[in-house]
């Protein structure tokens, strides 16, 4: 893996005016670009990107193939099932969109035929605020602190593996971070990159629309890295459960005292793990000290 990067201020150019604007821009490098269609074009991903929230360019690896078939990915040294994605089209990719301003795509009519100039044995200096991440089964398992600290980056490179995996230098020179969204094996990254462009734009100023909304979400510092207690809404009973009578109460004070004892609770009942590195209040602790919780030493 490569240093990570660090957030500086000097964010660099950026080219288009949607990518000027923009509070977060994604370069997504993928075999399959049109996977992202469906996901991207509806609900909050969208409107971020209407309002000039967030932007995104998809980059097909394909495109920075030069031999007549364009191929992408190759048997593996030592033998072996399956295919392994090549580094050289990864590589050229990243180093030639990453080399230039955000925004910045391959004109479709320069795809494996007038590439730009690019030296496989001469990286480009990349520059230093923009996280490369590799998704994989076998990165840092996802959490809403490593969505929090994303969330500082104006531009993230993101690469979907294929097949059986990537070359490993792709890993070991290429990215400076490798995600997983969960213990189990996608047919490729690009759905978890969906999964964490979502939960990047939720944290973005303005994307939700009540401005407390992802601070108060579950695994969030709003709640202290509990899980959030059930919500109700109209009708007051639908079959044959009535909401809880303290919501209509009108107290607020009690209402907050609720909310928290139940976020508490099913924290405890669903993800007791939480709970060890939860910021709990001594009315917390004494609350699950009666449900029969302890601290661990
Ligand atoms: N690619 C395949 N499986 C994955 C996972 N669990 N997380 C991220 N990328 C993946």
Known sequence: M?????????????????AT?????FDIFTLFPQMFSGPFDESIIQRARANGLISWALHNIRDYTTDRHHVC???????????????????RAIETVLSRPAG???PAEAAYVSLPPWEAEAPPSLPPAVPVILLSPQGRLLNQQIVLELSQYRRLALICGRYEGVDERVASRLATDELSIGDYVLSGGELAAMVLVDALTRLVPGALGHCLAAHQDSHSPGLGGLLEGPHYTRPLTFRQETAPEILLSGHHAQVHQWRREQALARTLVRRPDLLESAAL?????????????????
Do not use: C, N
């Open 2 to 18: 490569q240093t990570p990067h660090v957030v500086t201020d000097d964010a660099p150019a950026l080219q288009t005016d949607e």
């Open 21 to 25: 604007a923009s509070r977060i821009h």
């Open 73 to 91: 990915d190759d048997t593996p040294y030592g033998g072996g099932g399956g295919m392994i994605m090549k580094p050289q089209p990864i590589f």
């Open 104 to 106: 910045w795509v391959l």
């Open 281 to 297: 209040s001594a009315t917390d602790l004494a609350f699950l000290r009666r449900l029969g919780w302890e601290p661990k030493a």
